[in-house]
């Protein structure tokens, strides 16, 4: 189901999907990115901050009357020891994959109907844990619940709500990871030598054209699943994960990453 003439609302959309999204959407759609750097047409929101959030919705309000779309696309990786990052950081991994586009979700609502959509950017790492990724995957695993949530309170409704869980693509996402190797006698070298394996992975990575065409695929779908992974190694790890007794797939990863 192409979509014309809609007021399609992306957060994230300075960079990588969100900003292929924005070029794709907008040539024939009114797409405003919400971001702390946008400015006018575009809205600036920053998602860690109540007050900007509040003052992005009552701007879309004024200007729109209403939300068609809304893609929520905006958060960043936190690589580290739960135990050794520092509280702030940890703040910040959720208010920027969560709880910030929970927050903008519901002041939106209210300017939604019958026919909206809502898409919520996860990732694969909400489906499977991995060492030293923690915040990361408890944050984009909270999105999705979110997401699974939201649908069934909303499907009387006509509002259609996904998540959508990409492996790891080949963006500017991976190089802008937020990286803390604090370690100390408990860790010592295991978080640098699980960041090197991972960044070892780099050439294996989903092409960004390939991820970015699978996703405009299913944003325009007539009727959304509860969630979506892109890639076809996430899939069939995701079908492992189901299948394998989690004592095995878990000492599997920490062999793996440790």
Do not use: W
Request: glycine share 6%.
């Amino acid at each position: 189901m192409k979509f014309i003439g809609k007021i399609i609302i992306i957060t994230g959309a300075s960079s990588g999907i969100g900003k292929r999204l924005k070029e794709y959407f907008g040539q024939e759609n009114t797409v405003i990115s919400l971001s702390r750097s946008s400015v006018y047409p575009d809205i600036a929101c920053d998602l860690s901050d109540d007050e900007s959030i509040n003052a992005a919705a009552e701007e879309i309000k004024k200007r729109f009357g209403k939300v068609d779309v809304l893609v929520n696309n905006a958060g960043y990786g936190l690589y580290g020891a739960a135990e050794l990052l520092g509280d702030e950081q940890i703040e910040k991994q959720f208010s920027a994959n969560l709880t910030g586009a929970i927050l903008l979700t519901k002041r939106l609502l209210p300017m939604m109907s019958k026919g909206s959509r809502i898409i919520n950017v996860s990732s694969a790492c909400a489906l499977f844990p991995l060492p030293f990724r923690t915040m990361y995957c408890s944050s984009k695993a909270g999105l999705s619940m979110f997401s699974h949530g939201l649908k069934m309170e909303l499907h009387p409704y006509g509002i259609d709500v996904t998540a959508i869980c990409p492996g790891d693509i080949k963006t500017t996402f991976t190089k802008n990871r937020v990286k803390n190797y604090s370690t100390n006698r408990r860790y010592g070298e295991r978080i640098s030598l699980a960041d090197e394996k991972i960044s070892s992975r780099e050439k294996k990575r989903m092409p960004e054209d390939y991820a970015v065409k699978k996703i405009i695929k299913i944003i325009e779908k007539k009727k959304y699943k509860p969630m979506y992974i892109v890639g076809k190694k996430y899939n069939f790890l995701y079908f492992l994960y189901r299948i394998t007794p989690h004592s095995l797939f878990f000492a599997a990863t920490r062999k793996i990453f440790s």
